[in-house]
Structures are given as C-alpha cells and as structure tokens.
C-alpha cells in the first residue's frame, strides 16, 4: 500500500501516470500480475480511511478486469454498473446471481437456460422492445413474449418495474 501526495494533480491523473509504468513494474518480477486501486482524494487525515476503502475497492475491480495481467483503476474508471460490480468480491456476486436467477438457471428444464439467459440479455440490451429482441434473435415477436413470461414465472421480477430489470441486468454482469 501507498499513500501518495498530490500537488496539483487529481487521482485520475496519477491513474494515468500509473498506468504508463506499469507494463515496467510488471516486467521486473516473475509471477503475479501487478493491480493497484487509486482513490479519490483525500484533503486531509480525517479522510484517510474513506480513501483507503476506495482504493481497496478499485484494486478489486482491477483484478476481477484483468486477473493474469498488469492493471491500474481508479475509482473514477467504476463509471458503470459492470465496474461497480467487478469490486464486488466473486463469492458475493455469484450468491447475487444465484439468488437473482437461480431459478431460471437451474429450473428452466429441457436445455433452455441458456436460450432464455440470451432472451434476457437481449431483451434488456434492447431496452425491452419486443420488436427489436424478436428482430435480434430472428424469432417471432410472440417467441418473445412467450420466453419472457417464462423469465417472470421463474425468477418472480416483473421486467416493467425498472428495480427488476435492474435486479436482473446486474445479475447478469455477476459472472
């Protein structure tokens, strides 16, 4: 760990300077892959520990982006809900999408988990047009709305509350 003093400069800054010597500090040792976490900064002591959890924080999406190579992130880089999940430890965002679609996982029968799981994330990339998911996977509109109340049945969300795409969309980042 390091606590670094900034004159004049911002902690998206020093992420920056980090990352052009990083590919350096990874080539002089064998082994492990170099991650470091940059904060947001801190004005004063009494800040410190505030700043601390977050450079923890960053150092964990850092590895969970880029595990086997060198990475620097800064808090500011967590600018979506994938990057803010990816500091979530693993053990934690696999319970949340256990719990999220472990029915839809494991009780969708007949092989398909997978074509609803796709059905899902389409449906949500699409912002919930059952024009446009029909189009994308070349189905049947009614296709959609048939794998759809599927999905609602086996998870219990309903996807037009915005809490239960939500819900689902971030459970589908969590692999």
């Not at 500090?25 to 064998?30: H, L, N, R, S």
């Not at 982006?65 to 999940?85: E, F, N, Q, S």
């Amino acid at each position: 760990m390091a606590v670094v003093a900034l004159e004049g400069e911002t902690a998206t800054g020093l992420r920056a300077r980090l990352a052009e010597v990083w590919p350096l500090i990874d080539a002089c040792g064998p082994g492990r892959a170099p991650h470091a976490g940059v904060s947001t900064s801190a004005s004063g002591p009494s800040e410190l520990h505030t700043a601390l959890e977050q450079a923890r924080y960053a150092l964990a999406a850092a590895r969970a982006a880029a595990p086997d190579g060198p990475r620097v992130a800064a808090l500011a880089d967590l600018d979506g809900l994938g990057g803010l999940l990816a500091g979530i430890p693993l053990d934690v965002r696999d319970v949340f999408r256990t719990t999220v679609l472990g029915p839809l996982l494991g009780g969708a029968g007949r092989g398909s988990t997978a074509m609803l799981l796709e059905t899902l994330e389409v449906f949500l990339a699409h912002d919930c047009s059952w024009a446009r998911t029909a189009e994308a996977l070349h189905i049947h509109v009614n296709t959609v709305h048939y794998r759809v109340e599927r999905i609602e049945a086996l998870t219990g969300r309903d996807l037009s509350r915005l809490d239960h795409k939500a819900d689902l969309r971030a459970a589908l980042l969590c692999h």
